[in-house]
């Protein structure tokens, strides 16, 4: 607040936090989005600092609490003996679990978005391709055999399977 006042250049803070004291002596810990913006007269004298704060406490809570629950399901997800895969709805891959990386030797970035076909057996390519167009057409259960090239570039069988994910009737993702 000084340094806009001396300088007279604006300053702004987001999600910054500060605890409050109630009279009983309680704290809450809270966040605030803020704007200092130098206050000038007519003549162009600066002579105070527009404050203006707003509570950001919901939303840092809410994305910790996202976050929270991002990790207890990747940690969930993990720790699955199978490979756990979650898409969009047009079928780019966002997430692999563990076991992805560890069977193929792929990297996340090797293997999301369509990185994943990479290791799809080259003959089951268009095999693969027509069982998710039509379950994803349909918003239908997605399931086929295919083959995958393991870290040691052995192929092994194995069966894909997609359940897709509907908010009101539309697909807004797949695990």
């Known amino acids: 607040l000084q340094r ?68 207890k399901w990747k940690d969930l997800a993990d720790s699955m003996p199978t490979i756990v895969w979650t898409s969009t709805p047009d079928g780019m891959v966002n997430f692999f679990n563990d076991q992805w990386y560890k069977f193929t030797g792929l990297s996340e970035k090797g293997s999301l978005g369509q990185g994943w076909l990479t290791v799809l057996h080259p003959e089951d390519l268009d095999r693969c391709m027509k069982v998710w167009e039509n379950a994803n057409s349909g918003g239908d259960f997605y399931e086929v055999e295919i083959r995958y090239r393991r870290r040691d570039h052995e192929y092994r069988w194995m069966i894909a399977r997609g359940v897709p994910i509907k908010k009101d009737g539309t697909v807004v993702g797949w695990y």
């Open 4 to 71: 806009v006042y001396d300088t007279g250049e604006p300053y702004q803070g987001y999600e910054i936090p500060a605890d409050l004291y109630g009279k009983d002596g309680s704290k809450r810990s809270v966040y605030f989005n803020f704007s200092y913006q130098p206050y000038r007269e007519p003549d162009g004298l600066l002579s105070g600092v527009l404050v203006l704060a707003t509570d950001a406490t919901e939303q840092v809570r809410a994305r910790e609490e996202f976050r929270e629950s991002q990790r």
